[in-house]
């Protein structure tokens, strides 16, 4: 039962980002490196608005809105002038963008390690067992904020725009969709989203600059599901969760980072599109 | 003027321009000691205090004019926890500010390259807070520590818990996946074992971040005591974590300059605030001693607040405290080679602050070390200590096999 | 693969075309400006102190491994997260040579490009199948496997937080001061730089260029991407791990710690500030950027700028930041072009162009 709960919030957290890194990447088939960064810097703004004294319904919003803001700056300042070229060019940008963001961690918040409190009460009993609140908290924001996303994605007029657009940006632009806005408002929300998960992590675990390496994990889980799927995502998430805890559980926790990647190479090497993803089409000379 | 030549006289003064500007500065009459620690890495807060301890004493010092009338010089570098770069600023720190001693360090991942730097130079290195294997007995010359050997305080757990928890038991061992941590629970298994324990030990990776599993598998272990050899902030990490999953008993902490208010943040997150231990070969600063008030009355002075006072600054200011009467022994000159025999055989008494003095003497670097318990006090929110001060030779008592 | 979709606002890809023909830095009468660097770099000891000589050295190591890096990046585009783990398999291979065999340096050497190419052939395997943009995060995944790997070595082998290499003796000679690694790291740097230019012109060069352009095309051409792949990253990891065995024996030790994510991304930065593809720009953005943090700190040292250490090296990681998206931005061709243009405008002076007969050369 504990171990059920503490699987689905790492699963929840991870399949936040991985979100995130999907819902970029099939708008503007840019792989952001910078994903995890951005979630705990935002999560140290929780942390130091916590910290100050706000309550936790001033917090949240707050690390959402340091988010967006840092979703829109990346987008304007350094994706829009790139859009459309190699993809290399955007990955070497993110990997820019990560240290940048890593370097302002450690300017603006010592590179502290910092934990975030509790917005609720001690703890509560579920059937027999006794279990922190953050813990609900976590497991229901995260899954809560998931079906929000899949909400979006699927019935909402936005949402049916950036499905256009990662169909097929050429056809979208040619229809009449600002292609620019659509792609923008998909890296705010992806980091809003990243925020988010940030936010949950501080909630369960240690908050420092070497936190950020939930974006790593999160990037093996949507790998493995597949870069342009929400399910693939969710079923990432849920993946590289299991296989990390059984392997601490029954191995030691060193191994768990070689496991998974072990698992990523697997499952790329006979389905390089992951999962769920879409086999990509032969290239035409 | 053709091209060329313009572009040759540009080139020439650029290069004067470069070699005086690189230019070594001069010697002042001052001792000069070097200090290598991380001042930007996850572990800020236990390092930036060490290093406050160490200067607020020579501040001090200085104040009260010096070391036989010559004032003493810290030159501070940050290594960000990376051992190329710790190397780097100790060849800087010796060859270019020629310091005659490095001091403090950071984690123990980069003391073995300083260590052989030192060697190499003939300038001791004196870590304050973490130790490793090269300053036990046959310690490597110009090598040595003030600090926590994972090994000694492994064997020293065992005595601890003998006194405080008689009778026989099960217990987990908690380290981190690194030869120090490895060292620590093996000889703490080993000398829990000789008491009648049953010991579990559990592994993790420095750079975990997910502690939600880890608890669960150490409460899982079901142990009756858990011991843990840990950097500060993984502690509490492990102690929040093994305790949201169920495990209420006694958890034992090493002290590896983890400050007060850290751990006690880590309890309160916790929500458990019994049967929370840690032992340490230094005070800490809610006890009062003498000595305490002083280095209070010190950081007031210099506008610090006093209340921040943590064992970490007890640490900087014991590691001062053995740096002064060092460079008092020494004399003027003093050089590398010259402070380093008379490290080598100094017995400094640190008053209340450890249990007793810091003692290197031929091949030991590192000397006896003396360890207490403190216990939380929930009510106070305060560490109270629970046991006396116990001794931990630095010739190990339990050999384990490679 | 590279092509993409169409660009929306029709401008020319800004990438460079990643073959250089020629070394750019001397041409003709240039020959001149090389004697006389070959000059300052002989007496490069005798100006700088101990300090500045030693940053030289860490730089000259990182040339190696930039040459290698940009060969894989810049010519073959797969962008490798790797070059840590790379690195630390050369850096521990002489780790392990030294301590369980107390092998000699030159046989340290060869064990470390040998298991450097063992890896860079696991990798390419699953990375034959994937797009560019999978190779990094295969690498990425090389990058916490290795490290990984190695802690565990290192706790449960060695059981020490790092393993001490002797200095590397020839006869009676014992390498280590400054002066000495100086003129060694030279000699050997010069030889890999000819070696990449060399390399860059040959049919191999060439084929990874092509197959880095489109994959189909050059298939249909007849070249075996198969082989063009598995060959770029064989070769570029041995030179990597080449370069940190180098660095091991120069360090004198080997730590796990050393090899981080971001020693992977300051190799990145390198060629990007430098030029991606371009043999020079790896030259350059290795110096740069090895020098940056100390030159930084020598920089406030003089301006007499107090600011706290924790802060500057969060500022050097700000200053990476800047560099990497700054070029990838606004020149893509990094300093290398800006070198090729300021030369340009210094010869050229006054005229602002070439004549048309000259144009050809370029």
């Keep these: 039962m504990l171990q059920v709960i503490t699987v689905l919030e790492i699963a929840g957290v991870y399949a936040l980002l991985a979100l995130g890194l999907v819902m970029i990447y099939r708008t503007s088939r840019v792989l952001n490196l910078a994903q995890g960064e951005l979630a705990i810097i935002c999560a140290y703004v929780a942390a130091v608005t916590t910290g100050s004294g706000f309550p936790w319904f001033l917090a949240i919003p707050a690390t959402l809105a340091t988010g967006a803001v840092a979703g829109a700056v990346i987008y304007i300042s350094t994706m829009r002038p790139i859009l459309g070229e190699s993809p ?18 450690v300017i603006f918040f010592g590179g502290d390690t910092t934990m975030l409190d509790s917005p ?166 | 003027m053709t091209r060329m030549s313009r572009s040759a006289v540009a080139a020439i003064l650029c290069a004067m321009g470069l070699a005086t500007g690189f230019a070594a500065p001069a010697a002042a009459d001052t001792y000069k000691l070097g200090y290598i620690t991380d001042l930007s890495g996850p572990f800020v807060d236990t390092f930036k205090p060490v290093l406050q301890g160490f200067e607020l004493y020579f501040k001090r010092v200085n104040e009260a004019g010096g070391i036989d009338g010559r004032k003493v010089e810290i030159v501070t570098r940050d290594d960000q926890l990376n051992a190329q770069r710790a190397a780097a600023h100790a060849r800087e720190l010796i060859s270019s500010e020629e310091v005659n001693s490095l001091w403090a360090m950071s984690m123990s991942s980069t003391l073995p390259g300083i260590y052989k730097l030192a060697k190499r130079h003939k300038v001791p290195a004196v870590s304050s807070v973490s130790a490793i294997g090269m300053t036990l007995p046959p310690a490597h010359d110009y090598a040595y520590s003030t600090g926590n050997p994972f090994n000694v305080a492994g064997e020293v757990a065992g005595k601890l818990a003998a006194q405080l928890f008689p009778g026989k038991g099960r217990m987990t061992c908690v380290t981190i996946e690194s030869a120090g941590g490895f060292a620590a629970c093996a000889h703490t298994e080993a000398s829990f074992k000789d008491r009648g324990f049953t010991v579990e030990k559990v592994f993790f990776s420095p750079r975990k971040v997910e502690f939600g599993p880890l608890g669960q598998k150490i409460a899982g272990t079901k142990p009756q005591l858990v011991v843990t050899h840990l950097p500060p902030r993984l502690t509490e990490g492990v102690m929040i974590h093994t305790r949201a999953g169920g495990y209420k008993g006694p958890m034992m902490f090493n002290n590896v300059s983890i ?35 002083e280095i209070k009355a010190t950081a007031k002075k210099f506008g610090m607040d006093p209340d921040a006072i943590a064992v970490n600054h007890v640490i900087g200011w014991v590691s001062a405290r053995l740096a002064e009467a060092a460079l008092k022994k020494c004399g003027w000159p003093c050089p590398g080679d010259a402070l380093n025999n008379a490290l080598d055989d100094i017995s400094v008494d640190m008053g209340q602050l450890t249990g007793g003095p810091i003692t290197f003497k031929g091949n030991d670097h590192q000397g006896t070390s003396w360890w207490k318990v403190y216990k939380f006090d929930g009510a106070s929110k305060r560490f109270k200590p629970v046991t006396d001060w116990v001794s931990a030779p630095s010739t190990l008592q339990y050999k384990i096999k490679n | 693969m590279s092509a993409g979709r169409p660009d929306p606002a029709g401008r020319p890809p800004t990438l460079p075309t990643r073959i250089t023909h020629r070394f750019e830095l001397f041409r003709g009468r240039e020959w001149a400006w090389l004697g006389m660097g070959a000059v300052a770099a002989l007496a490069w000891p005798l100006l700088v102190t101990q300090h500045w000589l030693h940053i030289t050295n860490l730089s000259l190591i990182a040339v190696m491994g930039a040459v290698g890096l940009n060969l894989l990046t810049g010519n073959a585009r797969l962008v490798s997260l790797g070059q840590a783990a790379f690195l630390a398999i050369g850096g521990f291979s002489a780790g392990a040579m030294a301590h369980h065999f107390a092998a000699p340096f030159w046989l340290s050497l060869i064990v470390a490009m040998l298991l450097g190419g063992l890896f860079g052939l696991i ?46 003796h020839f006869g009676f000679f014992e390498l280590y001061d400054a002066a000495p690694w100086y003129y060694f ?13 060399n390399l860059q012109r040959s049919h191999l060069g060439r084929r990874w260029v092509a197959v880095a352009d489109h994959e189909v095309a050059s298939a249909a051409l007849g070249i075996s991407i198969y082989r063009a792949k598995v060959s770029v990253f064989v070769i570029t990891s041995m030179l990597v791990s080449f370069a940190g065995c180098l660095g091991a024996y120069y360090e004198g030790v080997v730590t796990e710690g050393f090899y981080d994510l971001h020693l992977a991304i300051a190799y990145l930065a390198m060629i990007i500030v430098g030029g ?66 300021v030369r340009d405008y210094f010869t050229l002076w006054p005229f602002k162009y070439r004549p048309l007969d000259q144009l050809r050369q370029r």
């Design chain 3, 276 to 341: 991606l593809g371009s043999v020079l720009g790896s030259i350059l953005g290795a110096f740069l950027i090895t020098l940056m943090p100390y030159g930084l700190d020598f920089l406030l040292k003089i301006g007499g700028i107090k600011i706290s250490a924790g802060s500057i090296s969060g500022m050097h990681s700000v200053l990476y930041g800047l560099l990497i998206v700054g070029f990838m931005l606004f020149e893509p061709l990094g300093l290398a072009e800006i070198w090729r243009r």
């Design chain 1, 88 to 105: 290399v060019v955007g990955i070497m940008t993110t990997v820019g963008v990560a240290i940048l963001i890593r370097g302002l961690m």
């Design chain 2, 259 to 293: 400050n007060e208010a850290g751990l006690i943040q880590g309890v309160e997150k916790a929500g458990v605030s019994e049967g929370v231990y840690t032992f340490s070969r230094y005070t800490l600063a809610h006890e009062e001693t003498p000595e305490l008030a």
């Design chain 1, 120 to 285: 609720f009460g001690d703890t509560v009993v579920l059937s027999g067992i006794e279990i922190g609140s953050e813990h609900l908290f976590v497991l229901g924001g995260s899954w809560g904020c998931v079906l929000l996303i899949i909400l979006f994605n699927f019935y909402s007029s936005t949402g049916l725009l950036m499905r256009a657009v990662s169909d097929d940006v050429t056809l979208a632009a040619q229809r009449g969709i600002d292609v620019d806005r659509i792609v923008g408002i998909a890296w705010v929300l992806a980091l809003v989203v990243g925020a988010m998960a940030g936010y949950l992590h501080g909630q369960r675990a240690l908050i420092s600059t070497a936190a950020t390496l939930i974006g790593v994990n999160a990037l093996i889980a949507a790998f493995i599901g597949g870069m342009d799927s929400f399910r693939g995502a969710i079923v990432g998430a849920l993946t590289v969760a299991v296989v990390e805890f059984v392997t601490i559980q029954l191995v030691e926790s060193h191994w768990a980072e070689i496991a998974l990647v072990v698992l990523m190479l697997v499952v790329l090497t006979f389905r390089p599109w992951g999962l769920f993803g879409t086999v990509e089409e032969l290239e035409r000379v």
């Design chain 3, 185 to 197: 790291l030279l000699v050997i740097a010069a030889l890999v730089v000819i070696g990449a230019l």
């Design chain 3, 123 to 168: 990798v390419a395997i699953p990375s034959l199948r994937l797009k560019a943009l999978y190779v990094a995060i295969t690498t990425l995944a090389l990058h916490f496997g290795v490290t990984a790997a190695f802690a565990v070595y290192l706790a449960r082998v060695i059981r020490s937080e790092g393993i001490l290499i002797d200095p590397p």
